[in-house]
């Protein structure tokens, strides 16, 4: 598969660091990072379908919803206990995952985008009207069991969430159904023509994006402990994943993560000088620069600034 | 009956001004410009902040609103779409991510609160039984003659004709001796002031907020979708379509449910039909 | 004996056009044939039926008698047909290893997974095709017409077809680079792998097929040795008609 040490170091590194992390920093940054985890689970999910196919998601807020959603009715509705509702929750996210599959079969490009957008404000006018004995309306649901006590073992537990997710789809995209993915994403035509099923290798990817998120969508709902439809099926929602991953670098697993956490630390840090909805202002100015004048992300940044750091260094 | 026929008459028609400067965009230059729904917006706060809180004229309110559009349209198009030259999924991202800038900017300006916009033309008249405000009748007859004020311009000027030539073949025309981007920045332009019109009157027919700029976007899409690659006379009939549809749901279901057959009909007629249910036409 | 290929009364209509109109032509295993024809006459037409890009109208297509007409492009690759394209089109992000690793790829996903890429056959795909060690981690965009169309037929010889269709394997290319493709086809011939080839380039064109046909608007003109289609009087008209 290609691993090398280096590979061991790097992630033996980023997981012993962040398991370390709650000795060293204060609560209100733990929850930053939880967010943040969460955030880079929703990104690598949209990351495995959109950036390496080139089926771009807008869509993916209505995964998610419907992750959440499963587990959070099954649980405070009919007293399912979590063990089962979240894995119960993650096979309905892969099944609507199969729902937006469909449209994919036949268009891509701008209209997939369109396609998936409709999916999520359909989803957001559907949940506020039907059985809003079960979903809760326009309200939403509050006093969803909550699976951790405190900042810290929040912490751990999205940590750990986010790191396997992170560390699987890593390994999993560096064998030839990464490639394979990813040739999709440059030239679906000649895939087909390289005697490869688009179909199945698309449905793959659906299925695999819509596990993660379903994954996330519940583990998230399940830390928060409420959830509102206007909060999950949103613009700002969809636009915050959708820059962690492209600021990051798609088609990269660390890209994503890099990018959720950038994301995540550079809204708070905004928070004292911009209170409000008034940082998105900023945010989004930055995201547009970079993404128009830096479209493959921060990591082919790094990486560009390194190989150049390196070759000062030798000349 | 009657009341459903009327309802639906005069919203499609202000749907059809809405759809409308998107189709324009979207015909030339083969884009979706998803920042559309934003020009509504800027172009509704715009009329509120001349109108309501510096008490000038309506009429200036609207000018300033409509110019405040074509701006916006020609920057766009200069500042991003040709620096992405012809990438579609980029362009629509990136203006996915203009729009929340936009939104943010709007509540970094006017706050999060909405704000009630006074009606453009005040008063109530009653035609068969139901009452009909003057101002979305106004709304209705404005936007049939900015229509048809755009039908005649497309068919009769030189410029339209420009734009009917880069429409069908934007290669062609260009060897013909038209140049694709000044009819591109013409295009972006009034595409920014329909928007920014339509946005006028779907405030005062709503209301105005930060977060105004979804639905509108969204029935544009519709629009855009169902009726193929954009027709004026296209984006006319499916404009009725959903208008229609929408009164009809919101007198027999449920109001809530206003927008769900809108977005039933945009996935039934992509997944189906990808070439919208009225295939390709000339502009 | 079973045609390698063997397609029957093929139609294709375009609307008002006839792309191909009833078109018949067989080919032996381990013949290679020239597809000729001027501008517009259809030829990459046929070529797409043959893949199942494009459906005729009607007609059969038989590979080693199985009918393969209702396949999907990526089925009849599987069943030992494959083409290259007149416009090569790389994978533009991927080293040209890569690019090959994608045709050598089983239609199996958990294979995909679990398995790893044959490098060594990555290699040696790469190296017949005149490509050198140091080429395997280039990318497409550095690489001139002449490679691409190399890395093209590394590609399809990748899905290890056993009938192989070319389109116009030659433009673009520099006299060096037409020898060396034809040097590669030549030694496949050898090999035994059958072949239909369309090319503009007839002096290249000659020495590496058996037997051509010459069709013009979709309509066969001519079969015969080359020589014989090309002394045809409705193939010389059809040329400088063509021109």
Do not use: C
């Given at each position: 598969m290609g691993l090398r040490w280096f590979h061991y170091v790097l992630w033996g590194g980023l997981i012993s660091g962040m398991f370390l992390l709650p000795q060293v920093v204060s609560n209100g940054t733990l929850r930053t990072m939880i967010f943040a985890n969460y955030l880079a689970i929703?990104?690598?999910?949209?990351?495995?379908?959109?950036?390496?196919?080139?089926?771009?998601?807008?869509?993916?807020?209505?995964?998610?919803?419907?992750?959440?959603?499963?587990?959070?009715?099954?649980?405070?509705?009919?007293?399912?206990?979590?063990?089962?509702?979240?894995?119960?929750?993650?096979?309905?996210?892969?099944?609507?995952?199969?729902?937006?599959?469909?449209?994919?079969?036949?268009?891509?490009?701008?209209?997939?985008?369109?396609?998936?957008?409709?999916?999520?404000?359909?989803?957001?006018?559907?949940?506020?009207?039907?059985?809003?004995?079960?979903?809760?309306?326009?309200?939403?649901?509050?006093?969803?069991?909550?699976?951790?006590?405190?900042?810290?073992?929040?912490?751990?537990?999205?940590?750990?969430?986010?790191?396997?997710?992170?560390?699987?789809?890593?390994?999993?995209?560096?064998?030839?159904?990464?490639?394979?993915?990813?040739?999709?994403?440059?030239?679906?035509?000649?895939?087909?023509?390289?005697?490869?099923?688009?179909?199945?290798?698309?449905?793959?990817?659906?299925?695999?994006?819509?596990?993660?998120?379903?994954?996330?969508?519940?583990?998230?709902?399940?830390?928060?402990?409420?959830?509102?439809?206007?909060?999950?099926?949103?613009?700002?929602?969809?636009?915050?994943?959708?820059?962690?991953?492209?600021?990051?670098?798609?088609?990269?697993?660390?890209?994503?993560?890099?990018?959720?956490?950038?994301?995540?630390?550079?809204?708070?840090?905004?928070?004292?000088?911009?209170?409000g909805a008034e940082r998105y202002f900023v945010y989004g100015a930055i995201a547009l620069l970079l993404y128009m004048y830096q479209p493959k992300g921060l990591v082919e940044l790094a990486q560009r600034g390194f190989q150049r750091l390196r070759k000062g260094g030798l000349a | 009956m009657l009341q459903i026929l009327i309802q639906g008459l005069l919203l499609s028609g202000l749907y059809a001004l809405i759809a409308m400067g998107f189709t324009l965009i979207f015909s030339i230059g083969r884009v979706l410009n998803l920042a559309y729904g934003a020009y509504l917006m800027v172009g509704g706060y715009m009329y509120f902040w001349v109108s309501q809180t510096l008490g000038m004229p309506k009429l200036m309110g609207v000018a300033v609103a409509a110019l405040l559009g074509v701006l916006m349209g020609v920057l766009k198009y200069r500042l991003i779409v040709k620096t992405l030259k012809g990438d579609h999924v980029a362009v629509e991202i990136s203006t996915l991510i203009l729009a929340v800038v936009i939104q943010a900017g709007i509540v970094l300006v006017f706050g999060d609160s909405s704000k009630i916009l006074l009606p453009i033309v005040p008063g109530v008249i009653n035609v068969a039984g139901a009452s009909v405000t003057y101002n979305i009748l106004i709304a209705t007859l404005i936007s049939w003659a900015i229509l048809l004020g755009l039908y005649a311009f497309v068919r009769l000027t030189h410029t339209g004709r420009a734009m009917q030539a880069v429409s069908m073949d934007a290669k062609g025309a260009a060897i013909s001796g038209i140049d694709p981007d000044r009819i591109n920045l013409i295009t972006w332009g009034i595409s920014g002031a329909l928007g920014a019109l339509g946005g006028v009157f779907f405030a005062s027919y709503t209301q105005l907020s930060p977060s105004m700029w979804v639905a509108p976007l969204i029935i544009s899409v519709a629009v855009v979708i169902v009726g193929g690659i954009g027709s004026i006379i296209g984006t006319l009939v499916v404009a009725h379509i959903v208008g229609f549809l929408e009164v009809i749901v919101v007198a027999t279901l449920a109001p809530e449910l206003r927008g769900v057959f809108t977005m039933l009909l945009i996935i039934g007629v992509l997944v189906t039909r990808p070439q919208g249910l009225f295939g390709r036409e000339e502009l | 004996m079973t045609a390698a290929l063997q397609v029957s009364g093929l139609v294709k209509r375009f609307g008002g056009l006839v792309a191909t109109n009833d078109l018949s032509f067989s080919l032996q295993e381990g013949e290679s044939l020239g597809l000729i024809g001027p501008?517009?006459?259809?030829?990459?037409?046929?070529?797409?039926?043959?893949?199942?890009?494009?459906?005729?109208?009607?007609?059969?297509?038989?590979?080693?008698?199985?009918?393969?007409?209702?396949?999907?492009?990526?089925?009849?690759?599987?069943?030992?047909?494959?083409?290259?394209?007149?416009?090569?089109?790389?994978?533009?992000?991927?080293?040209?290893?890569?690019?090959?690793?994608?045709?050598?790829?089983?239609?199996?996903?958990?294979?995909?997974?679990?398995?790893?890429?044959?490098?060594?056959?990555?290699?040696?795909?790469?190296?017949?095709?005149?490509?050198?060690?140091?080429?395997?981690?280039?990318?497409?965009?550095?690489?001139?017409?002449?490679?691409?169309?190399?890395?093209?037929?590394?590609?399809?010889?990748?899905?290890?077809?056993?009938?192989?269709?070319?389109?116009?394997?030659?433009?673009?290319?520099?006299?060096?680079?037409?020898?060396?493709?034809?040097?590669?086809?030549?030694?496949?011939?050898?090999?035994?792998?059958?072949?239909?080839?369309?090319?503009?380039?007839?002096?290249?064109?000659?020495?590496?097929?058996?037997?051509?046909?010459?069709?013009?608007?979709?309509?066969?003109?001519?079969?015969?040795?080359?020589?014989?289609?090309?002394?045809?009087?409705?193939?010389?008209?059809?040329?400088?008609?063509?021109?």
């Open positions: 929703f990104a690598i999910s949209w990351d495995v379908l959109s950036g390496r196919t080139g089926y771009v998601s807008f869509g993916h807020p209505f995964l998610i919803g419907i992750g959440a959603y499963t587990t959070a009715i099954l649980t405070k509705r009919f007293d399912v206990p979590v063990e089962i509702s979240i894995p119960v929750a993650v096979v309905v996210t892969m099944i609507a995952g199969l729902l937006v599959l469909l449209p994919a079969l036949r268009i891509r490009g701008s209209y997939f985008a369109l396609v998936t957008l409709a999916f999520m404000e359909l989803l957001y006018q559907l949940v506020q009207v039907i059985r809003p004995d079960l979903t809760g309306g326009t309200r939403g649901m509050s006093g969803i069991q909550t699976l951790t006590r405190g900042a810290a073992n929040g912490y751990y537990l999205s940590t750990a969430l986010m790191l396997s997710v992170a560390v699987s789809m890593w390994l999993l995209m560096k064998t030839r159904i990464g490639t394979a993915l990813a040739a999709i994403g440059m030239n679906e035509e000649s895939v087909r023509g390289s005697g490869l099923s688009t179909t199945r290798l698309k449905a793959f990817a659906f299925l695999t994006s819509a596990l993660i998120a379903g994954l996330g969508g519940a583990f998230y709902v399940h830390y928060l402990g409420s959830l509102a439809p206007r909060a999950l099926f949103d613009i700002n929602f969809l636009f915050t994943i959708i820059v962690a991953a492209l600021l990051g670098g798609t088609s990269t697993i660390i890209g994503p993560m890099i990018g959720a956490f950038f994301m995540t630390f550079l809204l708070e840090y905004l928070r004292p000088v911009l209170p | - | 501008n517009g006459a259809g030829k990459t037409t046929v070529f797409s039926q043959i893949m199942g890009e494009l459906r005729q109208n009607s007609g059969t297509i038989e590979l080693f008698g199985q009918e393969i007409s209702g396949l999907s492009t990526p089925q009849r690759i599987r069943a030992g047909v494959s083409r290259t394209y007149q416009i090569p089109r790389p994978f533009g992000d991927m080293s040209v290893a890569e690019n090959i690793r994608v045709g050598l790829m089983p239609d199996d996903i958990w294979r995909m997974i679990v398995s790893r890429p044959d490098t060594d056959r990555e290699k040696e795909l790469a190296l017949s095709v005149g490509f050198s060690e140091t080429d395997l981690g280039r990318s497409p965009a550095e690489l001139a017409m002449g490679d691409l169309r190399k890395l093209e037929m590394a590609r399809t010889m990748a899905t290890a077809p056993r009938v192989m269709l070319l389109d116009e394997v030659f433009a673009g290319l520099t006299v060096g680079e037409i020898a060396q493709i034809s040097d590669l086809i030549q030694s496949m011939r050898k090999d035994g792998m059958t072949f239909l080839i369309v090319s503009h380039d007839l002096p290249a064109l000659e020495p590496l097929i058996d037997r051509a046909i010459a069709i013009e608007r979709g309509t066969m003109i001519a079969e015969g040795s080359f020589s014989d289609v090309m002394n045809d009087t409705a193939v010389q008209a059809s040329y400088l008609g063509g021109v």
